[in-house]
C-alpha cells in the first residue's frame, strides 16, 4: 500500500523520503547529545559544589575532566584561573561558552530546513499533479478519466507526504530547542554558583592573610 503511493506520487516522493531519513537522524543524535550533556552537567554542578566548599580546586577539576561536556569545560575554565580575580574567572568562562554553546546547536538548522523544505516539496507534487491533469483534460477531455484522476492522485499524496514530514520535524526542532535552553539555563546557575563559591574562597584566603 505504502509502496504504490509511493509510486502515485512520483520522483517528488523520494526527496520527501530522503528528508525524512535525515530528520530522523538528526533528531536522534542531537537527542542522545543532549541527554547525554545534561546528565553531565547535573553530575557535575552536584560533586563541583562539594569539592568547593571544601576548597578542593583539584578534585572539582578532575570531576570536570570525568565527565566532559559544554557544561565540564565551561566550569574548568573557570576553576583554571581560580586563583585570580572575579572579572578574570568571568571573562574566561565567557569566552569558553562562546566555543561551546554552539556545540549545543550542531546540526539543528538541518531539522529546520527539512521542515521547510519538505512541505515545499510536498507543494511542488501538487503543482505538477494538477499540472499534468490540466494537460491531460486540454488533450483527451475526460475520455480517460483514469489519467486524470492519476494526476490528482500525485498532487494529494506528495501534499500529504510533505505534511507528515515537516509536522513531526517541526515538534522534534521546538522539542530540541527548548532542551537546549533548559541546559543552557542550567549551566548559566552552575557558572553563578561556580563564581560565588570561588569568591568565597577568595574571601576566606585574604581572612587568613590578615590572621597572619
Not at 80 to 96: G, K, L, N, P, T
Not at 107 to 123: D, E, F, K, M, Q
Request: net charge neutral; with cysteine.
Amino acid at each position: 500500500m505504502i509502496f504504490t503511493y509511493i509510486v502515485q506520487g512520483g520522483w517528488v516522493m523520494l526527496p520527501i523520503i530522503l528528508a525524512s531519513i535525515i530528520a530522523l537522524g538528526v533528531f536522534i543524535e542531537r537527542l542522545a547529545y543532549l541527554q547525554k550533556v545534561n546528565q553531565n552537567a547535573k553530575i557535575i554542578n552536584e560533586k563541583m559544589k562539594e569539592k568547593l566548599k571544601a576548597l578542593r580546586i583539584d578534585e572539582a577539576l578532575a570531576v570536570c575532566e570525568n565527565h566532559p561536556g559544554p557544561a565540564a569545560n565551561i566550569i574548568k575554565s573557570g576553576l583554571d584561573v581560580a586563583d585570580r580575580s572575579r572579572e578574570d574567572i568571568e571573562r574566561s568562562m565567557e569566552d569558553a561558552s562562546k566555543y561551546e554553546m554552539p556545540k549545543l546547536n550542531k546540526n539543528l538548522p538541518i531539522l529546520g530546513t527539512i521542515v521547510s523544505v519538505s512541505t515545499l516539496l510536498g507543494l511542488l507534487g501538487t503543482v505538477l499533479g494538477m499540472i499534468q491533469s490540466s494537460s491531460i483534460l486540454a488533450t483527451k477531455g475526460l475520455a480517460n478519466p483514469s489519467e486524470l484522476i492519476d494526476g490528482i492522485a500525485q498532487a494529494l499524496i506528495t501534499t500529504a507526504a510533505g505534511l507528515i514530514v515537516a509536522i513531526p520535524a517541526l515538534i522534534a526542532y521546538n522539542y530540541l530547542v527548548s532542551k537546549i535552553d533548559s541546559i543552557i539555563s542550567d549551566i548559566e546557575i552552575s557558572t553563578t554558583e561556580l563564581i560565588k563559591l570561588l569568591k568565597k574562597k577568595d574571601e576566606s584566603r585574604k581572612e587568613e592573610l590578615r590572621r597572619w
